[in-house]
């Protein structure tokens, strides 16, 4: 198996920033994709930003230009840089990965606990 430990959410005001952590550990193979989601109260889960193991990134249009991300693959972490904080990024985040636990296996999925960003107008 395969668990996701994610840090660094909190409360910060409007244009203020945050850096999100997540740690993978566990008997992992292999890492294809990290990334991260977010979820706010009576929305549907939504992609913020992903990484491949390639070094492609991707990003929600609604933060492109303000969030980051980054991966540490020696650590099997991935990071979010988040600057210019909106209220409107108020969520929980949760971080998400791609992996394999045996060569040759089939990929999995697998997500953290969640960690609250909320931001203050």
């Known amino acids: 198996q395969v668990q996701l430990v994610e840090s660094g959410g909190g409360l910060v005001q409007s244009g203020g920033s945050l850096r999100l952590s997540c740690a993978a550990s566990?008997?992992?193979?292999?890492?294809?994709?990290m990334g991260w989601y977010r979820q706010a109260p009576g929305k549907q889960r939504e992609l913020v930003a992903s990484?491949?193991?390639?070094?492609?990134?991707n990003y929600a249009d609604s933060v492109k230009g303000r969030f980051t991300i980054s991966r540490d693959n020696a650590k099997n972490t991935v990071y979010l840089q988040m600057n210019s904080l909106k209220p409107e990024d108020t969520a929980v985040y949760y971080c998400?990965?791609?992996?394999?636990?045996?060569?040759?296996?089939?990929?999995?999925?697998?997500w953290g606990q969640g960690t609250q960003v909320t931001v203050s107008s």
């Open positions: 998400n990965t791609v992996a394999r636990i045996q060569r040759g296996g089939p990929d999995y999925i697998y």
């Open positions: 566990g008997s992992i193979f292999s890492i294809n994709a």
């Open positions: 990484s491949t193991s390639g070094g492609s990134t």
